[in-house]
């Protein structure tokens, strides 16, 4: 293995241990079984330098306390903790805990950019089309709607700090890996035109040429990627710990070349690693699927590779490269 990155990273890892947002409980162990999966020592053991900001606690809110108020809690502490790594030069990893978690994260995305003026573009690697709102939801869970509020949906009153920003453009956001989506969400996924790769068109086409075009967009504009990243988007047989398993999801491979092609690309600024549920995993063994998931996006490789195929390399094999 090459355990040296191109470019070492300052990451700023931010536990979440949040579980607000779903009926299942468990997700709230995620943080934890991260770093017991030794995902600080790895990507330290990559180069990078990685502070460990333990995990958040909203002010207020009590055990057991659940609803959009919960939520709206949870969001407030992590996009003022996202905003302030990246507001700092550092590259915020936001571990959990459900899905739900992505409402405070690209929100704290949202105002650095603003800020900045750098355009944000979020790549959310999942399942589901988490664009359900409370009136089309079918279970009423908030980890199913993060999209649909960051996107300005109606519903989502006093969700955000203020002033909050402009909404996030849904067509600013790329689902890749959907196979499970209800009704409602299908109906407004398509009204706004969010992009979308789903596993039909993976098992059509790979994942290279789809993501690449998403890559490409992004890079022509500069953007800053925002990585959300479910453990619902593998396939259960390779990651079980995750309380709404869908089959037919990623296999291993893909999922890291998937990661590789992210920190090629360089445009990575913000990740989020997402429905962790260690109470329904086998041994630890999806949590160290994620570590080395993780441990690819940020430059863990077999080899250093050129952009084209080398030379030396005999004709039949080439031809299968």
């Known amino acids: 293995m090459r355990d040296s990155p191109e470019s070492p990273q300052r990451i700023a890892l931010i536990g979440a241990p949040i579980e607000v947002g779903t009926s299942e409980p468990g997700a709230l162990m995620g943080p934890a079984a991260l770093r017991t999966a030794g995902l600080v020592r790895t990507l330290r053991d990559l180069g990078h330098a990685v502070e460990d900001r333990g995990d958040l606690a909203p002010a207020g809110l009590h055990p057991g306390e659940t609803g959009l108020p919960a939520v709206a809690a949870w969001a407030t502490v992590l996009s003022e903790a996202v905003e302030a790594a990246l507001d700092a030069g550092d590259l915020p990893v936001a571990a959990g805990g459900d899905h739900s978690l992505s409402l405070g994260s690209v929100d704290g995305a949202m105002r650095h950019c603003a800020r900045v003026g750098q355009p944000l573009r979020v790549l959310w690697l999942d399942a ?57 969400e299908r109906a407004l996924v398509r009204a706004r035109r969010v992009g979308v790769t789903d596993m039909r068109a993976i098992d059509e086409f790979g994942v290279v040429a789809p993501l690449r075009r998403v890559l490409e967009r992004a890079a022509a504009e500069g953007a800053h990627l925002h990585v959300s990243l479910d453990i619902d988007f593998l396939d259960p047989s390779v990651a079980p710990a995750v309380g709404t398993a869908v089959p037919g999801g990623a296999t291993f491979r893909e999922a890291h070349l998937i990661m590789e092609m992210l920190h090629d690309c360089a445009l990575v600024r913000s990740l989020d690693v997402v429905e962790l549920n260690p109470f329904l995993d086998e041994r630890g063994r999806s949590a160290r699927v994620l570590v080395e998931l993780v441990a690819s996006l940020f430059g863990r490789r077999i080899l250093d590779r050129s952009p084209t195929i080398p030379e030396d390399l005999p004709t039949e094999q080439a031809g299968r490269a």
Not at 158 to 170: E, K, S
């Open 128 to 184: 589901h089309a988490d664009f359900n709102t409370p009136e089309t939801s079918p279970s009423g869970n908030v980890h199913g709607m993060p999209l649909a509020a960051l996107c300005g949906e109606p519903g989502f009153t006093g969700l955000f700090r203020q002033p909050a920003p402009p909404p996030l453009d849904p067509q600013r956001v790329h689902l890749f890996g959907l196979r499970s989506v209800d009704a409602g």
